[in-house]
């Protein structure tokens, strides 16, 4: 009897395949994540390079090439994220809300000092804020918006997974970060990064290092508008391995534009 695969897809990638998500029909039930992108490449050929560089989601987690998935799964796939400049949800994957109310994706204005306030502590001398704006220019080109989208819970548990990084590399220390989706106007914000800690040097080296990992893991995506026409930007760092640890190499291809 053949199992149905439902896939949700995102970005460059939906648009391409001209839909949010396919319903396929197999007789296996389960498979290996690279498999199924084996096959999803033999059904739409024409974009196989864009799928090479694919990641699948496994029940919002990344799933590398040789993890079993099954039917049943809430399965995704992910083009190369791009981070840096979502609907709002709290609710956290710990059972701590309060916690998790320092990590929001949200289609709301962003404003630096709600950010900023839920990282400030008696005990911290440092309390800082990285501020993501859309720039009108780029390389020569003129930007008119700037579109985000993120898969939203999958979003959020990553920007939760870099502040346990930071947590782990320089103890004590307190992030908040708050990104917005849906169309960002020139000028105004997209992403704000905030963090505290007991001394100025750790609050910078934190807040640098959560936004090159929010380019990294977070799935956002990130489409310029431009005066002629529109280009979604894929991950901007080189090869992209999401699975891959903080400072590990990667073997992955390029991302690139989609």
């Known amino acids: 009897m053949a199992s149905k695969w439902n896939i949700i897809l995102f970005a460059g990638l939906a648009e391409k395949l001209g839909t949010r998500a396919v319903s396929l029909e197999w007789e296996a039930d389960r498979m290996t994540a690279g498999e199924l992108k084996r096959r999803l490449a033999e059904k739409y050929s024409e974009h196989a390079d864009l799928l090479s560089v694919c990641f699948v989601a496994r029940n919002q987690t990344f799933a590398p090439d040789g993890m079993t998935i099954e039917a049943g799964d809430e399965l995704a796939l992910l083009p190369p994220v791009s981070g840096g400049s979502g609907v709002e949800d709290h609710s956290s994957t710990s059972g701590d809300s309060e916690e998790f109310k320092r990590y929001s994706i949200t ?5 630096p000092s709600s950010v900023l306030s839920r990282v400030y502590h008696p005990d911290h001398g440092a309390a800082i804020a990285f501020v993501g704006t859309t720039r009108e220019w780029t390389k020569g080109q003129k930007t008119v918006t700037l579109e985000y989208e993120a898969y939203v819970p999958m979003a959020e548990k990553a920007l939760a997974q870099i502040g346990d990084e930071i947590t782990a590399r320089w103890p004590g220390t307190l992030t908040a970060i708050d990104h917005r989706i849906g169309t960002v106007g020139i000028g105004e914000i997209s992403v704000v990064i905030a963090v505290s800690s007991a001394h100025r040097a750790d609050a ?5 290092y959560a936004i090159e990992r929010l380019k990294q893991i977070v799935p956002i995506w990130k489409k310029e508008v431009y ?7 894929g991950h901007q760092l080189g090869p992209w391995d999401p699975t891959v640890a903080p400072d590990a190499p990667s073997t992955k291809p390029e991302g690139g534009k989609l």
């Open 204 to 208: 910078y080296d934190a807040s640098r």
């Open 107 to 111: 289609d709301a204005v962003l404003t």
């Open 227 to 233: 005066e002629d026409g529109t280009e979604w930007k």
